[in-house]
C-alpha cells in the first residue's frame, strides 16, 4: 500500500501499464494510479454533466483540465480503452469536448 506522504515516481510507462484492462492483478503502485485516474475520471463525468445540463461553462473549467488532456492524448488510444472498457461514457465526452475547445 502506498502511504499518505510517501513520495513515488510515476513514469509514462507506470501508468500505461496500470489502466490495462486484462491481467488485473495489480501491484502497490498499479493500484495507486489507477486509484488516482479513477478519481479524475469521475470528476471529469461529473464536469461533463455540469456542462451538458448548463450549470458550468466548459471555459470556467478546462483550466488545469486542459494541461492534464495534453498528456492523456499521448496515449490517448491507452485512455480510450481504458474508458471504453468501463463504459466511462460521460468522461469521453468531457474529454473530447474539452479537446475541441482547446484546439480552437
Do not use: G
Not at 509514462?12 to 491481467?23: H, I
Not at 479513477?38 to 454533466?49: I, Q, R, V
Not at 471555459?59 to 488532456?69: I, Q, R, S
Not at 480503452?81 to 475547445?101: A, C, G, P, Q, V
Amino acid at each position: 500500500m502506498i502511504k499518505f506522504h510517501q513520495s513515488l515516481f510515476i513514469w509514462e510507462k507506470d501508468y500505461v501499464n496500470a489502466l490495462r484492462t486484462s491481467n488485473l492483478n495489480f501491484d502497490n503502485k498499479e493500484t495507486f494510479i489507477r486509484d488516482c485516474f479513477d478519481n479524475l475520471f469521475y470528476y471529469m463525468a461529473m464536469l461533463e454533466h455540469y456542462v451538458e445540463s448548463d450549470l458550468v461553462r466548459l471555459e470556467d473549467v478546462a483550466f488545469p483540465l486542459d494541461y492534464y488532456l495534453k498528456i492523456i492524448n499521448k496515449n490517448k488510444v491507452v485512455f480510450e480503452k481504458f474508458l471504453n472498457h468501463y463504459s466511462l461514457i460521460r468522461t469521453l465526452k468531457f474529454m473530447k469536448r474539452l479537446d475541441e475547445f482547446t484546439k480552437v
